[in-house]
């Protein structure tokens, strides 16, 4: 797939680098979690404090479990997966490599069991995102490589789409309304976002001169927040407001952003690059912003990683105390509350 490959691999990896050096705010009670001994890796909460995501068991193999508001763990018989979300109310959905490498996507009740789908002919079906009716957005890879946006109806019809103008489209968040997010390719290999529904018509805008990857997510009003890099993997994080004013986040440093909530609340990392401590924030509606640090995770090479935040404001998440080879190389699982 060449450039495509270069720069979606750009995009999954960017958010293992970074690093951070402010003190977390006095009020935040955490916990933690582990899922499973070797790893827990979780990807969205939901507004009832449900948390979904992925795990490693101590022979290495990778189980996707769900975790309930009253902390109970249900290890699942979903596919191990590269990424995976909830889809509806009860359901959840995924992505996963077959045993040559070609990545499917699925979906099914937390109970099991689960379907697999693929666009048909796909060389590679990448679901992103799922809203609370269960619409599926993501992108599918074609013969040569490029990528293209699809959506999956609950009757399991799904939709083909591209945005006109550009020869690559790849969805990455879906909201209520069935309005999509996610980001468009130009013939110069640039990326540039786009929000609409799978049927259009489309709103496109750029990144600043430069970016050579970036994100979006996409809460139910319309905001978009992710991030923008070079090829250098300097990061920044962005706010696109619903009347079309884009804000650079002015967080120190190299920035990320995870999610943003219904209520204009977004979650990332800050800090610098490569190596040291990594950090979490919490950025208000208002533009102040909290620092977010599991507790003992204040040593170099330590890292606190929030990856969602819900209606409510619980925001989720994994750390790991240290990457030193005398320390803890685990990742497990938080949640953190108070925060507001």
Do not use: C
């Not at 995009?11 to 827990?40: E, K, M, R, V």
């Not at 997966?81 to 009860?90: A, E, R, Y």
């Not at 809460?219 to 407001?241: C, E, K, P, W």
């Not at 925001?315 to 320390?327: A, E, F």
């Amino acid at each position: 797939m060449g450039n495509n490959t270069t720069a979606l691999t750009r995009i999954l990896a960017l958010a293992g680098i970074l690093t951070g050096i402010h003190a977390p705010a006095a009020a935040q009670t955490y916990t933690s979690f582990d899922a499973l001994p070797n790893g827990t890796f979780p990807s969205e909460i939901d507004s009832s404090g449900r948390i979904v995501g992925r795990a490693v068991q101590a022979n290495q193999t990778g189980k996707v479990f769900v975790r309930n508001a009253d902390g109970s763990i249900i290890i699942t018989g979903a596919p191990a997966s590269d990424w995976v979300g909830f889809s509806g109310t009860d359901d959840i959905v995924g992505r996963y490599q077959d045993a040559v490498g070609v990545e499917h996507s699925f979906v099914g009740p937390i109970a099991g069991p689960f379907s697999a789908f693929d666009v048909s002919g796909a060389a590679g079906t990448y679901a992103t995102h799922s809203n609370p009716a269960g619409q599926i957005a993501g992108f599918w890879a074609d013969s040569a490589g490029a990528y293209h946006g699809f959506l999956r109806n609950t009757d399991g019809n799904i939709t083909r789409f591209d945005v006109p103008g550009f020869p690559q489209t790849l969805p990455w968040d879906i909201n209520t309304s069935g309005q999509i997010a996610g980001e468009v390719i130009d013939r110069s290999n640039v990326p540039h976002a786009f929000i609409g529904p799978a049927g259009g018509p489309y709103t496109t805008f750029s990144f600043p001169a430069g970016t050579a990857s970036a994100t979006t997510h996409m809460n139910d009003s319309g905001q978009v927040a992710g991030y923008y890099a070079d090829g250098n993997f300097n990061a920044h994080g962005y706010l696109r407001d619903t009347n079309g004013t884009f804000t650079t986040l002015n967080e120190p440093g190299q920035v990320t952003v995870d999610a943003i909530n219904q209520g204009g609340f977004i979650v990332g990392v800050f800090g610098g690059k490569y190596h040291g401590r990594k950090d979490g924030f919490m950025r208000r509606p208002d533009g102040t912003s909290v620092t977010l640090e599991f507790p003992g995770a204040n040593t170099i090479n330590s890292t606190t990683k929030p990856l969602d935040i819900n209606q409510p404001g619980v925001i989720m998440g994994n750390y790991q105390l240290t990457t030193l080879s005398n320390g803890d190389t685990t990742w497990h699982g938080f949640i953190v509350t108070g925060v507001h």
